[in-house]
Nanobody, 119 residues
Framework: QVQLKESGGGLVQSGGSLRLSCAASASIHSFNHMRWYRQGPGKERELVADFIEGRGPNYEEGFKGRFPISVDYAKNAIHLQLNNLKPEDTALYYC?????????????WGQGTQVTVSS
């Protein structure tokens, strides 16, 4: 069982930045995909950024260049840098990881960290 704990959310003005962190209870070398999702008010959950172990980052088209994802192997942490924030970026941001063992996929989610952007 893997625990994920997000932090770094908060209230920020439009144009501002935040750095989200996700602390994992296991070595991130054991993960396949490390992702950040978000869910805004009244919206579906959407994928923001994906980091594939051994391959690097992969971004959804609407977030490319603005929300870089990175990993810290020494601290078993996954980060998401939120730049040039807009009110429509207001959402609960979730950390996700998965593992592949013996042909089975194990998926883990954090509880989320709230980001609120004021205009």
């Amino acid at each position: 069982q893997v625990q994920l704990k997000e932090s770094g959310g908060g209230l920020v003005q439009s144009g501002g930045s935040l750095r989200l962190s996700c602390a994992a209870s296991a070595s991130i070398h054991s993960f396949n995909h490390m992702r950040w999702y978000r869910q805004g008010p009244g919206k579906e959950r959407e994928l923001v950024a994906d980091f594939i172990e051994g391959r690097g980052p992969n971004y959804e088209e609407g977030f490319k260049g603005r929300f870089p994802i990175s990993v810290d192997y020494a601290k078993n942490a996954i980060h998401l840098q939120l730049n040039n924030l807009k009110p429509e970026d207001t959402a609960l941001y979730y950390c996700y990881v998965d593992q592949l063992y013996d042909g089975r996929q194990y998926v883990y989610w954090g509880q989320g960290t709230q980001v609120t952007v004021s205009s």
